[in-house]
């Protein structure tokens, strides 16, 4: 399966567990306000947009060269500390992303790259 089509199929799944999560999580119908279905519509909403982008920036980082970057204070070739979790707070709320981060040891400078 292509990486395109994996991607699909990822965020397929993570769709239809939140559709099923919103179904769950509804009051029985002849107790439902429409206050209770916009609420429920818009969790749903902000949850997808945040695992949408979450998968997008993971399949991003996949992608990314693995050319290590130079430091900023001395310029020497940066050591790869391989992939770490950081938090990072986006439009779409707070998402987690695993990213490899660099270090120097010359200069005790570490970063996540741009990207």
Do not use: W
């Amino acid at each position: 399966m292509s990486e395109p089509n994996d991607l699909k199929a990822r965020l397929m799944a993570q769709l239809e567990a939140t559709i099923e999560q919103l179904i769950a999580q509804q009051p029985p119908s002849d107790k439902i306000t429409l206050s209770d279905m916009e609420r429920l519509v818009k969790q749903a909403g902000s949850e997808i947009e945040a695992q949408v982008l979450q998968a997008l920036i993971e399949a991003h980082e996949a992608t990314q060269d693995t050319e290590r970057p130079l430091c900023p204070k001395c310029q020497q070739p940066m050591h790869n500390k391989g992939k770490q979790r950081r938090k990072v707070v986006t439009e779409a709320g707070e998402i987690e992303v695993k990213r490899s981060y660099y270090y120097c040891e010359q200069c005790h400078v570490g970063f996540f790259p741009p990207g």
